[in-house]
């Protein structure tokens, strides 16, 4: 019977990166999910787009403040594209400012968030290849 080649366990001297890099993927999300919120969905009167935007701009620089916490060289071509996401998200930002003052048509708002989402749905792909990496331990301790 052959064995199963198994990864790695997380070594103890990335553990720390890794706590990072889930707090910061963690802010990211929170981020989105206010900009998200704000969007015209239903009958229900959201907050005002700014609100949203306002709240992923500061998502966006503490992230963007701690991605050398979570840095290691396995991982350095998720890092950078991380770390090119959070600037494409910050140069899109204005767009969207503007879309959302001239408009409150849903089409047009999401056309204009679509850029910013997606270019963070690479820390997913960051997570994904820590996971390809290492054998992640369950707890976040």
């Excluded at 999300?29 to 500061?58: D, K, M, W, Y």
């Amino acid at each position: 019977m052959p064995l199963r080649n198994r990864k790695p366990s997380l070594p103890a001297d990335r553990r720390a990166a890794w706590q990072a890099f889930l707090d910061c993927a963690a802010v990211i999300e929170g981020g989105r999910r206010q900009l998200l919120s704000t969007l015209p969905a239903g009958r229900v009167e959201p907050a005002p787009v700014g609100v949203g935007i306002e709240a992923l701009e500061r998502a966006l620089q503490d992230a963007a403040a701690w991605m050398v916490t979570w840095r290691v060289p396995e991982l350095e071509e998720a890092w950078d594209a991380c770390q090119r996401g959070i600037a494409e998200a910050v140069a899109a930002l204005p767009a969207v400012h503007d879309v959302a003052a001239t408009t409150s048509e849903l089409e047009e708002l999401l056309t204009a968030v679509s850029e910013i989402v997606s270019s963070l749905d690479r820390f997913a792909d960051a997570e994904r290849a820590w996971r390809r990496q290492w054998r992640i331990p369950r707890d976040r301790s």
